[in-house]
């Protein structure tokens, strides 16, 4: 009976350190989301080009078949993250521009939720803005959507505020999302040496020097 105990002890000890080694089963939607940040991990050190399903596999501690039934490619992987970061990214900015309806603040909550956006996620960010596969087709035109989706929205805040005809408050709308991508990526550089409440900060007051200048409908 002691033996059998002994026996009954060391087998389960056995059987638990197999199955730590694998991933515990998930809801089908933990698991997606677990596959997701494995793979944007992956993506971002990697690049497209370089990531290898199985890296990505092994850093979601899953097996490939596993991997494979929630994304039959690595393509189909790679734009299942660039489409929810890029809606993310959109809600963060619609509701930033739609929070007030001073148009002062409305451009200083956007620079701050785009700053903070890259804050909370850089690798996100990277992603999306710094791919290997930018000039893909389908990546692009992703990119697209979502630039003119902002730009059309900060564009018809301005036509409603000035006298500025639709083309040229779109144009202004391009300008002010593209300062706010291109000054976040030099942020991202600084490594936390530049605050990032002085960087949003200065970025809004730069903006909004320029865009306050033009002329109000009467």
């Given amino acids: 009976m002691a033996e059998s105990a002994r026996t009954q002890q060391v087998v389960p000890g056995k059987q638990e350190r197999s199955g730590a ?8 939607d933990e698991r997606r989301a677990q596959l997701l940040n494995a793979a944007l991990e992956v993506f971002v050190a990697n690049g497209f080009h370089g990531a290898a399903m ?3 596999a092994e850093t979601a501690r899953v097996s490939k078949p596993v991997l494979y039934q929630h994304f039959p490619s690595k393509r189909e992987l790679y734009m299942a993250l ?3 970061h890029l809606a993310t990214l ?5 509701g930033a521009l739609n929070s007030t309806t001073d148009n002062k603040q409305r451009v200083q909550a956007v620079m701050r939720a785009y700053y903070q956006f890259i804050a909370a996620d850089d690798q996100a960010h990277r ?8 000039n893909d087709p389908d990546v692009s035109s992703r990119l697209e959507t979502f630039n003119r989706t ?20 779109q144009l202004l709308g391009r300008g002010l999302a593209g300062m706010a991508q291109v000054s976040a990526r030099y942020w991202l550089e600084t490594d936390g040496r530049l605050d990032l409440d ?15 200048r033009f002329p109000k409908e009467s």
């Fill in 21 to 28: 080694a694998r991933s515990a089963r998930l809801p089908r």
């Fill in 198 to 212: 002085v960087a949003s900060e200065l970025i809004y007051r730069l903006a909004w020097r320029g865009i306050s």
């Fill in 82 to 84: 660039l489409d929810s």
């Fill in 127 to 134: 992603l999306v803005f710094e791919s290997d596969l930018i």
């Fill in 54 to 56: 199985d890296e990505i």
């Fill in 150 to 169: 902002f730009a059309d929205a900060v564009a018809k805040v301005i036509a409603e505020d000035t006298k500025l005809p639709p083309m040229e408050a």
């Fill in 90 to 94: 959109t809600e963060l900015m619609l």
